[in-house]
């Protein structure tokens, strides 16, 4: 997707940490000119985990130019400059840009050619405005810490390619990134997260556990779940079917695919095509109206001969698309049968299988695919109801958190931009007003942590996504609910109310565990491996301490009672000795190991093992195995 240039009303939003990487952009590109005055300079904004700077340069950068930059980006702070906010008229801009004066310490004699065409592209109602620090003069819109003294610790910490405004048909620069934090103990505590991190890359422990593969002949971002990593994702299916039928949602099964009508009604297309796989071209040969001889069609099957058309028997083409979406499908369910109020609010609940087709480049492991197994669900209800319904599905959230240690989480409630209706969003202004409003409230009435960002909404409504932070303060976007008032009345989807007149519901799409890949990858990585034992691939593994015959038949017998009370249980009977089991069992992170010996076997007992934890110690048999199972119920952490 083409970079979006912020408004003027996301800036004005940008956070304290948000401005000071602002400024440290701006200090790498001054940088940068003071060693290569020739660079030319496109656009540098703050992101995520830091910041960046698109340069033209004919000199190719590397981590081996990052010493030198540092240095002369620590005599830009040092020096202390003001951040100077400087109005100047369109013309007066675009003469700046003619000398080469902008994003350069001085004029020069090419023209800053990527300064011009923002210009050109900076709607005619907005105020131009530049920035000075020191002899670094830059078109930019703002805001910035006061002084280049106010930026504290700071690193480079990568280059890229990256086409101008994320265009292949542009120019390819060289995109430098860093990070930027008040004090050199952030700094330092982020680097330390990074390298935490690097240990628990779910791609990497995901090979390691043995839970799930990428093969070049299924296709990249299609990823396969090995029986390890299958029994997850059915413990988490498990959990969302139990709580979602105590929530009082009924379960539904769609096919993947449909036809195009179906996504031409939902908007879906033209909206989101570049998101979905290219059409299946499907021929049909119409049924023919001629019968075997001596056939007597009965009274229904010759009222069928009758609307069948006058072209029967010949060929048509159709467009099918494989389904990057349940809620077109959720709707029809809705709309198949006459609703009456009494039948609200409907919760319509699926594990379904979705396909989107995500640039190569955008691929990474789990967290961003081509296949998703959605936690979905569709909420229909009255006006009156939606708070109640919005409130408890917040509700659902906060168990999930809690069950699985998520101690830190946000909400983004985006909204939509009133320039770009009909364009980016549905043209029902009103619509747009009403629901972002009853969103908004209800929010500020649970007391739940939320933002609002603006120009980031569905198509056909407002959005919240969850932002989780994993136990080392790794962020991730789990999962997103989305008020739909747009395509309930793309489906004509009525109701019949208390006072016997049609009404159009609205619909809550909501999906708390995300999908299977996402929430999988989150979960590899938030517990390093170390699942809880509920949820661990392989429970219990029983090792035993040498290899005779009664031995092995008092551990095979506390498999087979393990395994009868549906628990995960493995035995290792291999001639090794103890310390090799057990290092294999620690290393393939199995939550309880059983070690029994002949004393074990004598008293009818086990010693216990917990990976992370240790040795345990010996207990009773029937005590060690009734506290597996109670932990597996109450699904303890």
């Not at 209800?442 to 198509?459: H, M, Q, R």
């Not at 208390?498 to 990585?525: Q, S, V, Y």
């Not at 040795?615 to 009773?620: A, C, E, S």
Request: aromatic residues 10%.
């Amino acid at each position: 997707m083409p970079d979006e240039r912020k408004t003027l009303e996301q800036r004005d939003q940008m956070t304290d940490l948000e401005r000071l990487r602002h400024s440290a952009s701006h200090v790498l590109a001054t940088a940068i000119l003071k060693i290569w005055p020739e660079a030319q300079f496109a656009a540098g904004p703050p992101v995520e985990n830091g910041f960046y700077y698109d340069v033209d340069l004919p000199h190719r950068l590397s981590p081996d130019d990052f010493e030198k930059i540092e240095a002369e980006m620590k005599n830009e702070i040092k020096a202390n400059h003001p951040f100077e906010r400087i109005e100047v008229s369109r013309d007066e801009a675009l003469a700046l840009g003619t000398k080469g004066r902008l994003a350069a310490l001085s004029e020069r004699s090419a023209p800053s050619k990527f300064k011009l065409d923002i210009i050109e592209n900076i709607p005619a109602d907005e105020k131009i405005s530049l920035y000075r620090n020191g002899e670094f003069l830059d078109l930019c819109a703002g805001p910035h810490v006061m002084r280049t003294g106010n930026i504290g610790a700071f690193k480079l910490t990568s280059v890229a390619s990256a086409y101008y405004k994320g265009d292949e048909a542009n120019p390819q620069l060289q995109r430098v990134y860093g990070t930027a934090f008040k004090t050199k103990k952030e700094l330092d505590d982020y680097f330390a997260m990074l390298e935490e991190a690097k240990k628990r890359d779910h791609r990497k422990l995901g090979r390691e556990l043995e839970l799930f593969v990428f093969d070049d002949d299924v296709g990249p971002g299609l990823p396969m779940f090995l029986p390890r990593g299958a029994v997850i994702a059915e413990e988490l299916e498990k959990l969302a079917k139990e709580t979602e039928f105590a929530a009082g949602y009924q379960r539904v099964l769609t096919p993947h695919i449909a036809r195009e009508s179906l996504y031409l009604k939902s908007g879906h297309l033209p909206y989101y095509a570049d998101s979905m796989f290219p059409p299946m071209e499907l021929q049909d040969k119409l049924p023919s109206l001629s019968q075997p001889a001596g056939f007597q069609p009965d009274e229904e099957e010759a009222e069928q001969d009758a609307r069948l058309p006058s072209h029967a028997g010949s060929v048509t083409s159709d467009r099918y698309y494989l389904r990057a979406m349940n809620c077109p499908h959720h709707h029809k369910l809705f709309g198949s049968i006459p609703r009456s109020y009494r039948d609200l609010p409907l919760r319509l609940a699926e594990y379904g299988t979705c396909y989107r087709y995500e640039k190569s480049g955008e691929l990474f492991g789990l967290m961003r695919g081509r296949l998703l197994h959605m936690n979905d669900a569709h909420l229909y209800m009255t006006p009156e109801q939606f708070e109640n319904e919005f409130n408890a599905v917040n509700e659902m959230y906060l168990n999930y958190f809690k069950l699985f240690g998520i101690e830190k989480y946000l909400m983004r409630f985006s909204t939509h931009d009133p320039s770009k209706l009909g364009q980016k969003f549905v043209d029902e202004p009103e619509l747009w007003k009403q629901t972002e409003e009853m969103t908004r409230n209800v929010l500020k009435d649970s007391g739940i942590d939320y933002v609002e960002v603006p120009n980031e909404a569905a198509f056909y409504g407002p959005k919240i996504d969850v932002q989780v932070w994993s136990v080392i303060g790794r962020e991730f976007t789990l999962a997103t609910n989305q008020v739909d008032f747009a395509q309930p009345r793309s489906f004509d989807l009525r109701y019949k109310d208390r006072d016997n007149t049609e009404k159009i519901p609205i619909c809550i799409h909501r999906a708390p565990l995300g999908t299977h890949e996402r929430f999988i990858g989150f979960l590899i990585e938030h517990y390093a491996g170390n699942f809880p034992l509920w949820l661990a691939p392989e429970q219990v593994r029983i090792l035993t301490i040498g290899d005779d015959a009664k031995l092995l038949d008092y551990a095979r017998s506390i498999l087979n009672e393990l395994r009868t009370h549906q628990v995960r249980a493995e035995i290792d009977e291999s001639p090794d000795k103890i310390n090799g089991k057990i290092q294999r069992a620690e290393q393939m992170k199995v939550h309880t190991m059983f070690v029994i010996g002949k004393r074990d076997m004598e008293a009818d007992a086990v010693s216990v093992r917990v990976h992370g934890k240790g040795n345990l110690g010996p207990k009773p048999r029937a005590e060690a195995i009734g506290e597996i199972l109670q932990a597996i119920r109450d699904r303890r952490a």
